[in-house]
């Protein structure tokens, strides 16, 4: 059987690999020079290959149509992919978040694992190599056309594109539009796991580059007094607000909120952060009496410093109306309540999402109600699969969407769909000078 699959990404790769050892003929038309391109940029270029929990929490961690995914990751998990890694010769670590990394942290080590293991077998990679449309005749997928008039024959098509995020990765929709041509619906496409606007922007702007470390944040709706997301670890603050881990995670909550752009352009969703989520207002109340009680006779801008990164006390304090100069010993208690307030509640008003050009993922795509789950083939087109960032399913940050990609692609390659005969059938009926895989 010959496969063809769209898309050098990691649901390509692995749709390949598993076509392959399936004992196909299997080709992948790649557009970039290269594959993987979007795979050496994640996890901050060392990627987060994938999450040791169990694999039953990788549904709940996916609040994008979660529940699709059932038989893909447990006919690929995240085991599976360390074991693959490891057969190829790199081992694997687990950091805080049960994140799993190559013991090189750089990834392109781990995609020179996955090349490894596509040159034993075989695989034929076409890279530069821009796919038009699907050629489809009786309703079936037989092959893909690229670069304007080459055209690939074959048993199997699998679209692996994947989203709109990062493009200058090669991530530029082209799927969308592929599918939708042949009768697909395309959900709305949105970023997810991107960082956020604030409203707050002068601050923010002050304390830009500064990281905040084991951090409590909520981000609530201030009308219905209605909690939509929390969370504990890090962020950071940038020019136009905030972004880091637990802020990119929190958008994929967000993004799912209903009237969500109404409520932001209406100022109601505040983002909340706890800066010491370890101590009681009490015991914090204690800590800040027992510095100031050290320092009686310095400036309040330069008793917080054990409390405070440098760059957010002007900030508290302007926040607070406190004289930056003011001596420590001349701070009222009421005063001293107000700062345990802010630092247990420091709020931000969220104004907005950055560009999907900066999301880690899409979220929308290929609607998972025209794909079946066990085989990710098309309802609509027959031998025509899907893999990926292109599906409509998207997970938080901590390796999910890179499984999700590898167990997809995995699917999508193993799944058959007969003898054969019909390529053969139809191949002898085009021209001698056309290419077949």
Aim: hydrophobic share 35%; charged share 30%; with cysteine.
């Amino acid at each position: 059987m010959k496969t063809v699959i769209i898309g050098g990404g990691p649901a390509g790769m692995l749709a390949a690999i598993k076509s392959a050892e399936e004992g196909n003929s299997v080709t992948i038309l790649e557009k970039n020079n290269n594959l993987g391109r979007k795979m050496l940029i994640t996890g901050k270029g060392r990627c987060n290959i994938t999450s040791s929990l169990d694999i039953s929490e990788f549904i709940n961690n996916t609040p994008g149509n979660g529940r699709f995914l059932y038989s893909a990751f447990d006919n690929f998990n995240n085991k599976d992919i360390v074991q693959l890694l490891k057969e190829e010769g790199l081992e694997v670590k687990q950091e805080r978040g049960n994140r799993i990394f190559p013991v090189t942290d750089n990834a392109i080590d781990v995609l020179n694992a996955l090349l490894r293991r596509m040159r034993k077998l075989k695989i034929d990679i076409k890279t530069n190599a821009k796919v038009n449309k699907i050629i489809v005749k009786d309703n079936k997928a037989i092959g893909a056309i690229y670069n304007e008039k080459e055209k690939l024959y074959a048993d199997k098509v699998i679209l692996a594109t994947g989203g709109l995020s990062y493009p200058n990765t090669g991530s530029t929709g082209d799927g969308y539009k592929i599918a939708k041509e042949l009768g697909h619906t395309i959900n709305n496409i949105k970023a997810s796991l991107v960082p956020l606007e604030i409203y707050q922007k002068d601050e923010c702007k002050k304390m830009q580059g500064l990281s905040l470390r084991n951090i409590g944040i909520k981000i609530t709706d201030s009308e219905k007094n209605k909690l939509i997301y929390e969370d504990f670890g890090e962020m950071l603050f940038a020019h136009f607000g905030v972004s880091g881990p637990v802020i990119i995670s929190s958008s994929a909550h967000l993004i799912r909120y209903k009237d969500i752009e109404e409520l932001l352009k209406n100022k109601r969703i505040i983002l909340s952060i706890d800066l010491k989520p370890a101590l009681t207002k009490e015991k914090l109340d204690d800590r800040i009496l027992r510095d100031f009680n050290d320092l009686k006779n310095k400036q309040v801008k330069n008793s917080l410093d054990k409390l405070l990164p440098q760059k957010m006390i002007p900030v508290i304090l302007d926040r607070l109306n406190i004289d930056k100069n003011k001596q420590v010993n001349e701070i009222t208690k009421e005063e001293r309540q107000k700062i345990v307030e802010i630092l247990k509640r420091f709020e931000l008003t969220i104004s907005g999402f950055r560009p999907i050009e900066e999301a880690i993922i899409t979220a929308g795509g290929i609607s998972v109600k025209e794909i079946n789950p066990k085989t990710m083939e098309s309802k609509i087109i027959e031998n025509l699969y899907f893999a990926g960032e292109i599906i409509d399913v998207d997970a938080y940050t901590g390796g999910f969407n890179l499984q999700i990609a590898y167990s997809t692609g995995y699917t999508a390659g193993g799944s058959a769909i007969g003898d054969g005969e019909f390529w053969q059938l139809f191949s002898k009926k085009v021209p001698f000078n056309e290419k077949r895989c």
